[in-house]
C-alpha cells in the first residue's frame, strides 16, 4: 500500500441539534481515489469542510502526512498539500481563464514586494514561468477555449474543468472534488473520469464528493458511505453496491433521486467500460 496521506480519526461536528459529521474514521493514500456518497443531507460536505478548515471539528482530529492539522485555518491547510474545489463553482468571473488558474499559484509562488513594483526582470520571469505553468496544467485538463476569455463566457463544463486546473496549479498532494460531474454532459463525465485517473498518476489522491454512481463505481478504489453523518460502509466498488446497509440508507430517504441511485447500485455488474450515467 502507498504512502498514508490523510488520517481521520473520529472526527465529528454538529448544527444545533444536527449531527452532520458523527464520528467519521477514515484515511487515503498517495496516488488513491476515494469517494464518499451517501444521500443527500448525509454529511458529505461537511466532512470536506472539516478537513479543510471551513468548519471546526467538535471532536476527533485530522492529520495529513503525520502533521496534526485539525482546527487548523483553511490557508495553513492548503498551504500544507490540501487543495478543493466546490459544489458551485467559485472562480472570479472576471478574470481570464489564465489569471484563474494564476491565482490559484500566488499562494505558492511568493513575490519580492519591490520587484512587483518594480516590474524588475526577476518579477517578469517569475510571471513568465507562473504564465507556462497555467497553461501545462490547462493543457493537463483539457481546456481548450480560448485562455484569454474571461470565465463568466465560457460554458459550465469548461468553468468546471479551470477550476480544476486551479486546484492543481497550487501542486497539491491531495485534491478534493466536490461533486465535479453535477451539470455535465455524458461526454464531459467521460472525460472528468480520465481527468480523475491522470491526477491519481501523479501520484495526487483524489476524494470524490459525487451523486453519480456510474461514475463513482467505475473511478473509485475505495467508497466510504455516510448516512445522517455516520459511516455506514466501506469497500471497494463491489463491496459497496452489495452492502444491504448501503441499499437500505438509499432506499429510505424520500426523494426520487436516491431511489434511482438505490437501484443503480444494486443492478451495477462492474462490467461497465464507460462512466457518466446522467442523473
Ligand atoms: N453551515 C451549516 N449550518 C447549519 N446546518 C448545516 C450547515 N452545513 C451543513 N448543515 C447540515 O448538516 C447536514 C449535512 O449537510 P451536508 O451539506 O454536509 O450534506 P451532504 O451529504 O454534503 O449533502 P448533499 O449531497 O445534499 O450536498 C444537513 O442536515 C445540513 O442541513
Given at each position: 500500500m502507498s504512502k498514508l496521506l490523510l488520517d481521520v480519526r473520529g472526527m465529528a461536528v454538529s448544527f444545533g441539534g444536527v449531527r452532520a459529521v458523527d464520528g467519521l474514521t477514515f484515511s487515503v493514500h498517495e496516488g488513491e481515489v476515494l469517494s464518499v456518497i451517501g444521500p443527500n443531507g448525509a454529511g458529505k460536505t461537511s466532512a470536506f469542510n472539516c478537513i479543510t478548515g471551513f468548519y471546526k471539528p467538535s471532536a476527533g482530529s485530522v492529520s495529513f502526512d503525520g502533521t496534526d492539522i485539525t482546527g487548523k485555518r483553511p490557508a495553513v491547510i492548503a498551504a500544507s498539500g490540501i487543495a478543493r474545489t466546490f459544489q458551485n463553482l467559485r472562480l472570479f468571473g472576471d478574470l481570464t481563464v489564465l489569471d484563474n488558474v494564476r491565482a490559484g499559484m500566488h499562494v505558492r509562488i511568493r513575490q519580492n514586494f519591490l520587484d512587483a513594483m518594480l516590474h524588475t526582470p526577476r518579477y517578469r520571469r517569475g510571471e513568465d514561468t507562473a504564465a507556462d505553468e497555467a497553461h501545462a496544467w490547462l493543457d493537463f485538463v483539457g481546456m481548450e477555449y480560448d485562455r484569454t476569455a474571461q470565465i463568466r463566457n465560457l460554458p459550465y463544463g469548461e468553468q468546471r474543468r479551470v477550476e480544476i486546473a486551479r486546484a492543481l496549479a497550487r501542486r497539491p498532494r491531495m485534491l478534493l472534488l466536490d461533486e465535479p460531474a453535477a451539470g455535465l454532459n455524458h461526454g464531459e463525465k467521460e472525460q472528468l473520469l480520465g481527468l480523475m485517473r491522470r491526477i491519481a498518476a501523479l501520484g495526487i489522491a483524489v476524494v470524490l464528493i459525487e451523486h453519480d454512481m456510474g461514475l463513482v463505481m467505475e473511478v473509485s478504489e475505495r467508497i466510504v458511505v455516510l448516512s445522517y453523518g455516520k459511516e455506514i460502509a466501506e469497500g471497494t466498488p463491489a463491496a459497496i453496491r452489495s452492502n444491504p446497509a448501503v441499499i437500505e440508507a438509499y432506499l429510505g430517504v424520500e426523494d426520487e433521486e436516491p431511489h434511482a441511485e438505490a437501484e443503480r447500485i444494486a443492478s451495477e455488474?462492474?462490467?461497465?467500460?464507460?462512466?457518466g450515467v446522467e442523473s
Open positions: 455488474t462492474g462490467s461497465r467500460g464507460t462512466a
